[in-house]
Structure formats: structure tokens, C-alpha cells
């Protein structure tokens, strides 16, 4: 069973870049049959899918349309572990991130609330 | 992007009911599609991927169905634990995306 344990900073001034990490245990993050991904839910968007990397071969990324110029997901695989960039941030980028590993994402980490605020 | 559309938004029902929730697509999906249940608090759980497979560890009173580009989540008696919010969810596209959830209450 793959286990997701996410860290970084709860709070993020505006224009800033938002940074955040998900240590696999269970699983290796360049295992050619798994995803990872970033989610973020918040009241006023919901559940919203952020991206994902993934390994065949070589990596590839798939993003969301919403934030495709803002954000990079990158493998470390020294560490075992992925991350999410989110560049210039604003308010409305407050929610609780989660990562998650699959195609359906059947492990989360904990989730991470980001305030973007000054 | 595809859309997904829930309904209802919310409902009320009591333990040992039969609960039914649906998702349409705004576009074919085949089968591509899962369902998660989320507690409050906690991060979502997968209950059903691909249409109507069930998740190893979930309880079989969960079940899923497909009919076109509609695609409906069964609980067949619910339990005390079972109250929470559902989301559908579809991996159709390399951009994935979320329905905007089901809140089961207790009537």
C-alpha cells in the first residue's frame, strides 16, 4: 500500500511561488506503472486536479488548463519523492492541496492547507 | 475541458436506505470514470474506478453503473459511516476533472 506524506509551508505571500512535496514510501516514483498527482479543494472552486508526472521511459507532465503557465511537478527520484511549483500566487490559490499516486488516485497524502496572504 | 455534472447536489436519506447518485459527461468518456467518497476533515477515498469496479477494501454495498455518458454510484444500504460527500471524477482526458459533489445527510 503506497503511503503519501506531504510537507511545506502553510502560508505563501501573494506573487510568491508556492511550494510543496509528497514522500512515497510503498512504491518508487519512477515505477513505470504508477501517476503522481497534485489536487487542491477549496468552497469556492471544489475539487480541482493540477497535474501529474509520471515515468515511461522518460518523464512526461500533464497539467491543468487553469494553471498550466504557473505550475511545474518534477520527480526526485534520489528522494523518492515529487513536488509541486506554483508561481505567482494569489488569494485565490488558498485551498488544502493533496497529492495523490494513480491513474484513480487511490492513496492521498494528508493535505496541506496554503494561505496566500501578506 | 470535459464537464462533469452531479446530481443532486445534496440529499437526505437514513441508515439502511438505498442511495443513488449521478454524474453526466459532457462528452463520451467510455468508461473512464471513479468515484470517491470524502469525509470532513480528510482526504478522498476511492470507492470505484473504471465505471463499476470496486476498490480493494470497499464494501460491496457500493456498486457503479454506466449508461452512455451517464454513470450512477449505488449505496445499497446506508450506513452510519457512509454519510459524507461523493465525487465523481473522470481520467478520459490528460486533463483530469471532478464533479462538484453529492452531500449525503442523515434525514
Known amino acids: 500500500q503506497v503511503q503519501l506524506q506531504q510537507s511545506g509551508p502553510g502560508l505563501v505571500k501573494p506573487s510568491q511561488t508556492l511550494s510543496l512535496t509528497c514522500a512515497i514510501s510503498?512504491?518508487?516514483?519512477?515505477?513505470?506503472?504508477?501517476?503522481w498527482n497534485w489536487i487542491r479543494q477549496s468552497p469556492s472552486r471544489g475539487l480541482e486536479w493540477l497535474g501529474r508526472?509520471?515515468?515511461?521511459?522518460?518523464?512526461?507532465?500533464d497539467y491543468s488548463g487553469s494553471v498550466k503557465t504557473r505550475i511545474t511537478i518534477d520527480a526526485d527520484t534520489s528522494k523518492n519523492q515529487f513536488s509541486l511549483q506554483l508561481n505567482s500566487v494569489t488569494p485565490e490559490d488558498t485551498a488544502v492541496y493533496y497529492c495523490?499516486?494513480?491513474?484513480?488516485?487511490?492513496?492521498w497524502g494528508q493535505g496541506t492547507l496554503v494561505t496566500v496572504s501578506s | 475541458d470535459i464537464q462533469m455534472t452531479q446530481s443532486p447536489s445534496s440529499l437526505s436519506a437514513s441508515v439502511g436506505d438505498r442511495v443513488t447518485i449521478t454524474c453526466r459527461a459532457s462528452?463520451?468518456?467510455?468508461?473512464?470514470l471513479n468515484w470517491y467518497l470524502q469525509r470532513p476533515g480528510k482526504a478522498p477515498k476511492l470507492l470505484i474506478y473504471?465505471?463499476?469496479s470496486l476498490q480493494s477494501g470497499v464494501p460491496s454495498r457500493f456498486s457503479g453503473s454506466r449508461s452512455g455518458t451517464d454513470f450512477t454510484l449505488t449505496i445499497g444500504s446506508l450506513q452510519p459511516e457512509d454519510f459524507a460527500t461523493y465525487y465523481c471524477?473522470?481520467?478520459?482526458?490528460?486533463?483530469?476533472?471532478f464533479g462538484q459533489g453529492t452531500k449525503v445527510e442523515m434525514k
Open positions: 495523490a499516486s494513480g491513474w484513480a488516485m487511490d492513496s
Open positions: 510503498g512504491d518508487s516514483v519512477s515505477s513505470n506503472s504508477a501517476a
Open positions: 508526472t509520471y515515468y515511461r521511459s522518460k518523464w512526461y507532465n
Open positions: 462528452q463520451s468518456i467510455s468508461t473512464y
Open positions: 473504471d465505471a463499476s
Open positions: 471524477q473522470q481520467s478520459y482526458s490528460n486533463s483530469l476533472g
